[in-house]
T-cell receptor, first 109, second 115 residues
């Protein structure tokens, strides 16, 4: 089983739609969780950290479920500019980050 | 503040040749990472430095890859000799903390094509 797993997609959604991605992780000792965004042929950039109580940043909501070992990202009112690959990142339980393969989102006009 | 700098941005070589990549992290960042990202996959950690010491190089193919971080600042990653399967984007990242807990900042990457 991979340490971090994501549905690669692509998710094709119309503008204005709500879309959710899940990411599962295998190491129950993992302590920090992130969502990064990667545009085509660009470097990854932090979208948001994921806190135990869940957190929201504008149209984006991230949640953590430790019991089931997954994190989620919800995007409301999708914009064309949200089209990108969303990378789930989990710390390995120590000092190392593990990246998922990424979920591709395409928002259609 | 200036971001993570990498050079070259693109490199095309033939198999069995050697290549080197350079990275300058954000000033004051203690931890530096080299990742390999193959098309359609997430970044895979090759090596992680804290200051000028190696924290993790468990996924570095040491028979052909080497890396160093002199004086705890700049870093170079070398491949010698290159294979076709080394074609990928090599990303350098840095973080303020010792790794695993805070934000990583990525450079633009070096796109390597091995023919």
């Amino acid at each position: 089983r991979k340490e971090v797993e994501q549905d690669p997609g692509p998710f094709n959604v119309p503008e204005g739609a709500t879309v959710a991605f899940n990411c599962t992780y295998s190491n129950s000792a993992s302590q920090s969780f992130f969502w990064y965004r990667q545009d085509c042929r660009k470097e990854p950039k932090l979208l948001m950290s994921v806190y135990s109580s869940g957190n929201e940043d504008g149209r984006f909501t991230a949640q953590l479920n430790r019991a089931s070992q997954y994190i989620s990202l919800l995007i409301r009112d999708s914009k064309l500019s949200d089209s990108a690959t969303y990378l789930c990142v989990v710390n390995s339980g120590t000092y190392k980050y593990i990246f998922g393969t990424g979920t591709r989102l395409k928002v259609l006009a | 503040e200036a971001g993570v700098a990498q050079s070259p941005r693109y490199k095309i070589i033939e198999k069995r040749q050697s290549v080197a990549f350079w990275c300058n992290p954000i000033s004051g960042h203690a931890t530096l990472y080299w990742y390999q990202q193959i098309l359609g996959q997430g970044p895979k950690l090759l090596i992680q430095f804290q200051n000028n010491g190696v924290v993790d190089d468990s996924q570095l193919p040491k028979d052909r890859f080497s890396a160093e971080r002199l004086k705890g600042v700049d870093s170079t990653l070398k491949i010698q000799p290159a294979k076709l399967e080394d074609s990928a984007v090599y990303l350098c990242a840095s973080s303020r903390d010792r790794g695993g807990y805070g934000e990583q900042f990525f450079g633009p990457g070096t796109r390597l094509t091995v023919l």
